[in-house]
């Protein structure tokens, strides 16, 4: 699993605080490596057109690297909080941009949405409101502006959305079940010897011992993301570990919200067809 560095700050990040800690997002020419047809356009570029637009930069994270030279060229995500939004059942619309500079992914957008009771960073991933791809071309600024706005002006679906998945009881089968499938996303064939699946649905606190679709979406998520979940093995006490990679986060909560809103609609889930990066 590839490690990363992160910065959060809920009043958002300066300039200078974003460089220390996510220098690729100011790279102004492409990683030495990359192909010669790779259209270049800035980070920062973006992060100031969206700054004068309103938005400020809460959260940051780069992909690490060992490779000589490349550190200032990685895969870097941002989420982007707008002052001008209503919060949605107590969390903040966002805008999630992932970009890098060294091939491995160009623009990508989401919607977000940022939790206040437990600061958790969900990705939004509906019929209506998945991942946007935006190329690496002259008008990439502009286009994710106007992505960003777009995402904005349907929040009253994303409203709409969060009020069936409150609405949506689930019984203890289905919150298992559904628990299994969060660990599925997460793990893969790398489940951690010892895990009992269950133990994802362990609230941290009593906002979220309700047990429906939003309130369970969000306790795994959560348990997914810091890790610290008990895992029962006979010779040692041990627990999972949280979330080191950007990519792997990312696509974690990407997929994990497109399987709650496939079990919201009935259908069968199937999260490795879900498109990440």
Known sequence: MTAHRSIYNDNGISVAQLSAAVPSVFAQQPFSGVSPRYGFVPTIDVVEDL???????????????????????????????????????????????????????GFKLWAGLFRMVCANGLIVCTSTMGAVSVPHRSNAVEAVRSRSFDFLSRVDNLSETVARYESRHMTDEEAFSFAEIGAQIRWGSERPAGLNARDLLMARRFEDARQNLWTVLNTIQ?????????????????????????????????RLWAAADEFMSGSVVDVEAVEVA
Do not use: Y
């Open 51 to 105: 700054r004068a637009s309103g938005f400020k930069v809460v959260q940051a994270g780069q992909t690490l690297t060992r490779v000589a030279g490349k550190r200032d060229f990685t895969r870097h995500v941002l989420r982007f909080r707008p002052d001008f939004a209503p919060t949605v059942a107590g969390s903040h619309p966002e805008v999630v941009l992932m970009n890098s500079h060294d091939g491995s992914s």
């Open 222 to 254: 959560e348990n997914l993301t810091r890790g610290g979940v008990n895992l029962t093995r006979a010779n040692r006490r041990s627990s999972t570990r949280g979330m080191r990679s950007v990519q792997d986060d990312t696509r974690m909560n990407v």
